[in-house]
């Protein structure tokens, strides 16, 4: 179903004109990553350490916690909200959470070669804010169309048509 939803929410935003297709991608690709984390992570409780670990082992484990209790009967609660100044997209999972202020730094050089971390990376560059409930098994994403204006505006302040495709205004309307 994540494909599914990743195109419906990509087409919401190109007609509501919150990003130009290229953004788009950018915050399809951050939405995904959130849900792939609140499905394995969170509702299947699998650490990166047994994702990254035997193929078999780990292909194993999927088809028991996809099939037994309390895995099984969880689901995945999405919230969008799209005009076209700002999108803001919550993705909450049934799992029981984890401490956000313990993550590793996804930029630190350390952390870079590994899978783990990656999907966080990727939310935090393509959205503007990224914020995770107390208990852990909430992730709020914030993108908005400021972001653009900010990247071309002219040293005295105003903005230039000129700059990344990415950053200029859409045209759609709805």
Sequence with gaps: MIPTLISYVQNIVISIGLCDEADVIRVC????????????????????EQREGDPEAYAALLAHRTSSEPWQSRHLH????????????????????????????????????KVSGRGLLLMRT?????KFNNTGNQVTMVRTSLRCSR?????KGSSSASGPASCRKS????
Excluded at 82 to 108: A, H, I, Q, W
């Design 126 to 130: 393509f959205m503007d804010e990224v």
């Design 29 to 48: 690709i951050a939405l995904e990553e959130a849900l792939r984390n609140a499905m394995f992570h969170g509702n299947l409780e699998i650490t990166s």
């Design 171 to 174: 045209t759609a309307t709805k």
């Design 151 to 155: 990247l071309v505006a002219s040293p």
């Design 78 to 113: 999405v919230q969008l909200s799209v005009s076209r100044e700002t999108g803001t997209f919550v993705v909450r999972d049934e799992g029981p959470g984890f401490d956000p202020s313990k993550l590793p730094d996804p930029t630190d050089p350390a952390n870079l070669e």
